[in-house]
Every structure is written in C-alpha cells, then in structure tokens.
C-alpha cells in the first residue's frame, strides 16, 4: 500500500515527512516531527515533552 503524505500549507511546493525518535527510555516515538521535504521551505513540527512546537530551523543534529 502506498502512503500519501500532507501537501505542506506553508510552500505548498513539498509533502511533511513523517519523523520518529526514541524516548529516554528507549521506548519509540512514532511521527514526533512533521518536516517539510522542499529544503526551501524548512517548516517542521515537534512534539518536545507534551508540548507541539512549530517553524524552528531545521538543521543536523551532532548527537
């Protein structure tokens, strides 16, 4: 089965990627970001402990 991803509202250029992570306890985190595949556009949402945040820049994270 295919997946269809959201057209990104912010450029409507790209489609929000689903991200997942891994939490403390090493338990999964399925779609903790939603990240914009047009590298122009950059938007992202984040669910950081409960809370949703949006629009921060996008960059490698050196952990």
Known sequence: MAEK??????CTKGVLLPLSDYG??????RYKAWVC???DCGFN???DNGEI???RSVQQSYK
């Open 5 to 10: 991803f959201t057209l990104c509202l912010s």
């Open 24 to 29: 403390r306890d090493g338990a999964p985190i």
């Open 37 to 39: 595949s047009n590298p």
């Open 45 to 47: 949402i984040r669910i």
């Open 53 to 55: 945040s949006f629009g």
